[in-house]
């Protein structure tokens, strides 16, 4: 048997069982109430996953929504070139003969919102979702290309 579970709060682990090992808290004990419900939703927001990658023709934002339908998911444009992409996770219906073992997935509301760049056009936004991928695309005007006249210097 292990000495680290006897030090840190008597847990007791078996490691031929994955699901026995608990992540060890340094808070626990310490006095601090539970976190609210409002809390734990709002770890929701802060872990949503995006990533914003620009090529030459677009920006393109892909955002982890497993186990998301389209339908829970809002992706919207504000006028001042912001994009933002909102929706909402429900916890699972439990029963009264249910006992969890762990809950970690997050549940609650989530909202990102991103400023956009000048470039981009706001009008064309396109989003699509597959496999509880988001993939949002927002067109780019092209550059200008500035134009280089030659003076002829008299004299």
Known sequence: MSLIPSLFGGRRSNV???????????LEGL??????SSARETSAIASTRVDWKETPEAHIFNVDLPGLKKEEVKVE???ERVLQISGERSREQEEK?????????STGKFMRRFRLPENAKMDQVKAAMENGVLTVTVPKEEEKKLQVKSIQISG
């Open 16 to 26: 031929f069982d994955p699901f026995s090992l608990d992540v060890w808290d340094p």
């Open 77 to 79: 444009v504000e006028d």
């Open 31 to 36: 006095g601090f109430p539970n976190l609210p």
């Open 97 to 105: 003969d249910d006992r969890w073992h762990r809950v970690e997935r």
